[in-house]
């Protein structure tokens, strides 16, 4: 079996979906189910034993190290962190905390767990980081596209603390010789995709009426892939990557801002066309900028495709209408993530955590 932190997010939820429709192979995933982890991404498992959840924080060495004891998984799939840049910006102890202690917690709860197994379980084991593009820093509008060899220049404390647990992984590797790989990913889109990013907060605020912010010039460009495009990507990493090694992984959708928002507003016009007869980007407003805000972020993904054969399937067309749509019809699942009906729910299950 495989063990997953984060695994109730975003991209965590995604890929525990993904694998168990791939594989028959059970997961562990530990979640502190913070307010961006919904058990509700996970409803359809309900009842399917090769999902066991475990609620609680992967900087809870004890706890991890009983989960690790008693499931005895041959791989950890590490996504759970603090993601959204602009909660970075207005409380970073959180991220430092989450990102930077939680890994360094999680990384010394394995290493003890990788050391008490055999050499066969040693040998096949595997630690895979999820990381992200961010820690490159910003690209002027003709630089090449990131690679595994540029170096790190993070500008938000998000980016930073990111940095640092990728900082820890490696040297993990390197003076423990735990087995680790990791993976820097561009900005994903998709569903479950908490409505506090950009592509969901468009889609949601549009159809409710809303005021679209744009920030600053709406000109920074971000390279999107579709979430499950990046679960396949760490299928195949776990499967094949080399130890040590670092892949970038990314969609070649190099936008800027104002025409994901745009089209965004055209699919709505189609799909869901306001009952007044105006068209959806009337709503478009410019706001202030982020402070510190990355002008533009690219990922250059050869490296995956050459050695591991990777390609994304889904095209931005295919993705963002398929994203569009997956909004239109979970309505319900907005409803309950902006009312926060799931923490009451938690709170509920799990005595007020
Ligand atoms: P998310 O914020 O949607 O989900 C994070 C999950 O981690 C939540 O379920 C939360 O409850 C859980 N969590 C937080 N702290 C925890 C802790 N201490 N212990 C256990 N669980 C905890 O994030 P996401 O967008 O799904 O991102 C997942 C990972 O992928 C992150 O590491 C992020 O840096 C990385 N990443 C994200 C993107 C993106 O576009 N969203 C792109 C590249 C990389
Ligand atoms: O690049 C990968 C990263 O992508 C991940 O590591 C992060 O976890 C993920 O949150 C994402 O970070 P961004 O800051 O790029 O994503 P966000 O959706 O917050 O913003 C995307 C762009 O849109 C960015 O340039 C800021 C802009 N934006 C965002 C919001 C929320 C707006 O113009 N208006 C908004 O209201």
């Not at 170096?151 to 990728?166: G, L, V």
């Not at 398929?322 to 909004?327: A, G, L, M, N, P």
Request: one cysteine or more; glycine letters at 8%.
């Amino acid at each position: 079996m495989i063990f997953v932190t984060g695994g109730a997010g975003f991209i965590g939820a995604n890929f525990v979906l993904d694998w168990l429709g791939a594989t028959d192979e059970p997961v562990v995933n530990l979640d502190k189910l913070t307010y961006a982890g919904n058990l509700q991404n996970l409803s359809t498992l309900q009842g399917d034993a090769r999902h066991v959840f475990a609620h609680g924080d992967m900087g809870d060495s004890a706890l991890v190290a009983r989960l690790l004891a008693e499931h005895r998984p041959r791989a950890v799939v590490n996504f759970a962190a603090e993601s959204h840049v602009d909660r970075s910006i207005h409380g970073p102890e959180d991220f430092v905390q989450t990102n930077v202690i939680g890994t360094f917690r999680l990384l010394e709860a394995v290493r003890a767990y990788w050391s008490s197994c055999s050499a066969d379980e040693q040998r096949s084991f595997r630690f895979l980081h999820v990381s992200t593009d961010e820690v490159y820093g910003s690209l002027a509008a003709d630089d090449p596209a990131f690679t595994e060899d540029n170096k790190y220049e993070p500008n938000s404390p998000y980016s930073a603390s990111k940095a640092a647990s990728d900082h820890l992984v490696r040297a993990w590797h390197h003076t423990y010789g735990l087995p680790v790989l990791t993976t820097n990913c561009s900005n994903n889109y998709g569903p479950f995709h908490f409505p506090e990013k950009l592509i969901p907060l468009m889609i949601v605020n549009a159809i409710a009426g809303k005021p679209l912010p744009v920030y600053g010039d709406g000109m920074q460009v971000r390279d999107w892939l579709y979430v499950k495009d990046h679960c396949s990507a760490i299928r195949r990493v776990l499967e094949a990557g080399r130890i040590g090694e670092t892949y970038n992984v990314g969609g070649w959708n190099e936008k800027p801002n104002i025409e994901i928002v745009k089209t965004v507003c055209a699919l709505l016009d189609e799909l869901r066309p306001r009952t007044d007869g105006k068209r959806y980007a009337e709503q478009i407003t410019y706001v202030t900028d982020r402070p510190g805000h990355d002008r533009r972020y690219a990922i250059d993904a050869r490296k995956l495709e050459r050695e591991l054969g990777w390609k994304p399937a889904e095209t931005f067309d295919t993705g963002i209408r398929k994203t569009v749509e997956w909004y239109l019809a979970h309505e319900d699942w907005v409803r309950n993530v902006q009312s926060g009906a799931y923490r009451d729910w938690v709170s509920k299950q799990y005595g007020g955590a």
